[in-house]
């Protein structure tokens, strides 16, 4: 509880800012609707942050698999690990097209339902591997000389089910924001991403700290069953569902009551809507930019330590609080600014937190073998998760319309993760391998970390520069009160 008070503090300051905002006018919400609506959201929330802890306990399990030796090698080396990343990440960003219109037919539950399920199952057989390796179980010679390979499968299996988690948490939660409190929903977007970032990792370090490795992969399989069957009595895909009148949205969809198109068609309206298709360029960036920090500032920190000693940063050891705390504050300030300073457009906060990214990349390639490196990297995190709350999270809400926000949010997400992919590949080419320590534990050898983040930050700036004052054409009439159904 020490470890997470930081946290809890900062979450009831936020939630104390998001409820002492002037409501916004002309919507009509009841407080009896807006208490059914976190009843829907917070459900959704915590099953996405466990979902998070099962998707990045396989970068928390990197160095204690690699500390473990088989025939005298690492069990898992850093190329390893890339090579992981890069197959989930690849299967994640690609599943979109699968998942994204399946999401848009069968609704957001019944996807995160799917998702969780599947996530949980994969995780469970990444825990038993695990446990085999370790205590020479059934088939631990096999598993331990394929680990890499076995691991890799598990993972883009258990990354395929974890692709439902965005789109089904958007789609769910459209028909219940209006455009115009959209960035509000944007900011709980960013500290769920957040608090799944915490589990996923000071939670995770603790977990093998105290018990045996698989259980890394084990908890978070425990966790996802029970938020199964939370969410399957809980949530509902629209206010309807839940006894309450829906309301025109704002959004680019309207009313949505005309004819469902086909796949294609959906597609084909999504790749020819150049603000869509910006939007997904500057996820691409993000999805580079965001990983480059998690997944590899703690191994940079670990195999430089015996030069750098940044391992003994306050940074390094609450790395997983860090980052909760940086993206609650990116997600919170992005959205409350871009509903109440940009009329709810979503370009203009983009753009200022990617200058952010391209100063703080400029600056971690001049300083990256000081001990300001720690907290540059948090803050650079703050801006780029508050980015991608902002545009997975909600304007793919605002351009795809309820109907299609599943196609929508799929591009989008599917390229943040064709983003990761791209650079779990070449940081696995270009990054030193620690099979040979030396090379490893010279900071001049790790130049390319942050010098390669410039670029892709710049053009992100250009991006979503573009889309500075893009804003959707309402379709519908404006908002009307909901009502409880009889």
């Known amino acids: 509880m020490s470890d997470f008070a930081p946290i809890l503090i900062l979450l009831v300051v936020v939630g104390i800012v998001l409820a002492r905002l002037p409501k916004v006018e002309g919507l009509g919400h009841s407080d009896a609707f807006r208490r059914r609506r976190v009843m829907n959201w917070l459900p959704l929330g915590l099953t996405y942050a466990f979902l998070y802890m099962g998707r990045y306990n396989i970068k928390v399990s990197q160095h204690a698999f690699g500390d473990i030796l088989f025939e005298g090698a690492p069990l898992m080396t850093n190329s390893d690990f890339a090579d992981i990343f890069f197959w989930g990440t690849l299967t994640y960003g690609s599943s979109f097209l699968i998942n994204g219109p399946l999401t848009d037919r069968i609704g957001g539950k019944t996807a995160i339902l799917i998702g969780a399920g599947g996530a949980l199952v994969a995780n469970g057989l990444m825990g038993f591997v695990t446990w085999s390796v370790l205590n020479d179980g059934w088939m631990a010679t096999e598993f331990s000389t394929n680990l890499t390979a076995t691991l890799s499968v598990l993972y883009a299996i258990n990354m395929y089910f974890q692709s439902f988690g965005a789109v089904s948490i958007v789609k769910c939660n459209a028909p219940w924001f209006h455009l115009r409190e959209r960035g509000v929903f944007g900011a709980i977007f960013g500290i769920l991403i957040s608090l799944g970032i915490y589990f996923a990792f000071d939670v995770g370090y603790m977990i093998i700290e105290n018990f045996e490795l698989q259980f890394v992969f084990l908890v978070p399989t425990v966790l996802l069953v029970v938020m199964w069957f939370v969410v399957m009595g809980l949530v509902k895909d629209t206010p309807g569902g839940a006894g309450f009148a829906d309301f025109h949205l704002g959004d680019a969809g309207g009313d949505d009551d005309g004819e469902q198109l086909g796949v294609v068609d959906v597609f084909k309206k999504m790749l020819t809507n ?24 703690r191994t940079f920190a670990k195999q430089t330590d015996t030069l750098l000693g940044l391992k003994a940063s306050f940074v390094y050891e609450n790395w997983g609080m860090l980052l909760c705390c940086a993206g609650i504050m990116g997600g919170v300030m992005a959205g409350i600014i871009s509903d109440r300073v940009f009329q709810s457009r979503r370009g203009p906060v983009a753009g200022i937190l990617y200058g952010g990214m391209l100063l703080g990349s400029i600056v971690a390639a001049l300083t990256y073998k000081t001990a300001f490196l720690p907290w540059l990297v948090i803050l650079m995190s703050m801006c780029v998760i508050g980015v991608h709350g902002m545009l997975s999270g909600t304007a793919s809400m605002d351009f795809g319309g309820k ?23 070449l940081y696995g080419w270009i990054l030193p391998d620690d099979t040979n320590p030396e090379i490893a534990a010279n900071p001049d050898n790790w130049i390319w970390w942050p010098v390669s983040m410039i670029p892709i930050s710049l053009i992100g700036l250009v991006l ?23």
């Open 274 to 297: 150049p603000i869509v298709v910006t939007i997904a360029l500057v996820e691409f960036c993000s999805g580079f930019l965001r990983q480059a920090i998690m997944q590899w500032f």
């Open 403 to 425: 109907k299609n926000v599943g196609v929508a949010v799929g591009i989008i997400d599917g390229f943040v993760y064709a983003g990761t992919a791209f650079m779990a590949l």
């Open 464 to 486: 979503a520069l573009r889309v500075w004052n893009a804003k959707p054409k309402s379709k519908g009439p404006g908002p009307k009160a909901e009502a409880k159904a009889a």
